[in-house]
T-cell receptor, first 118, second 111 residues
Framework: DTEVTQTPKHLVMGMTNKKSLKCEQHMGHRAMYWYKQKAKKPPELMFVYSYEKLSINESVPSRFSPECPNSSLLNLHLHALQPEDSALYLCASSASPLSGTFGVGEQFFGPGTRLTVL | AQSVTQPDIHITVSEGASLELRCNYS??????LFWYVQSPGQGLQLLLK??????LVQGIKGFEAEFKRSQSSFNLRKPSVHWSDAAEYFCAVGGSNDMRFGAGTRLTVKP
């Protein structure tokens, strides 16, 4: 199994809702990532988990709350979002995280969740 | 700090024509370089990567890229473009813990 799966594919939520995005991989990768991508822009890194521990938080607002229950699963909990948070949310994984340096593993991306905040 | 520049925002080529997408990077040591492709509303798919060794790298879907240290470039090429190659192409530098993407080049293929 060489893919990263994400659910749901599409999500529409109001500003007072609480929802969660889910990401799963079964490649034995020990690093997992959340990215946010606005239209016609490159992905922007939000969070990095290495060995199930949060290692990088790119100053993301607290209305986004990541969780890594085990080495295969990554969640992103959403609460009190704003319309400008509407975007494609991408999950990725890689084999070997090396804190503070570049590793030799590429990142494998899921298909993304298209989030619309009304 | 590492960074990636893709000078061309949008390129249009005719089907069957050759393609070259430009990528320049800034990094203090030997970089790890990648090209990803993204179809509309989809995730990113890795086309090819360079870590070390042979500077001409072969990838999937008939793509290749050449690492030129003297020019700090890692340009993507394809000898004959197919209509299905129309997509957004991202060059990236980095690796496991930190990936920096260029702004992307949108490829349109004319029939």
């Amino acid at each position: 199994d060489t893919e990263v799966t994400q659910t749901p594919k599409h999500l529409v939520m109001g500003m007072t809702n609480k929802k969660s995005l889910k990401c799963e991989q079964h490649m034995g990768h020990r690093a997992m990532y959340w990215y946010k991508q606005k239209a016609k822009k490159p992905p922007e890194l939000m969070f990095v988990y290495s060995y199930e521990k949060l290692s990088i938080n790119e100053s993301v607002p607290s209305r986004f709350s990541p969780e890594c229950p085990n080495s295969s699963l990554l969640n992103l909990h959403l609460h009190a979002l704003q319309p400008e948070d509407s975007a494609l949310y991408l999950c990725a994984s890689s084999a070997s995280p090396l804190s503070g340096t570049f590793g030799v593993g590429e990142q494998f991306f899921g298909p993304g969740t298209r989030l619309t905040v009304l | 700090a590492q960074s990636v520049t893709q000078p061309d925002i949008h390129i249009t080529v005719s089907e069957g024509a050759s393609l070259e997408l430009r990528c320049n990077y800034s990094y203090g040591a030997t970089p790890y370089l990648f090209w990803y492709v993204q179809s509309p509303g989809q995730g990113l798919q890795l086309l090819l990567k360079y870590f070390s060794g042979d500077t001409l790298v072969q990838g999937i879907k008939g793509f290749e890229a050449e690492f030129k240290r003297s020019q700090s470039s890692f340009n993507l090429r394809k000898p004959s473009v197919h209509w299905s190659d129309a997509a957004e192409y991202f060059c990236a530098v980095g690796g496991s813990n930190d990936m920096r993407f260029g702004a992307g080049t949108r490829l349109t293929v004319k029939p």
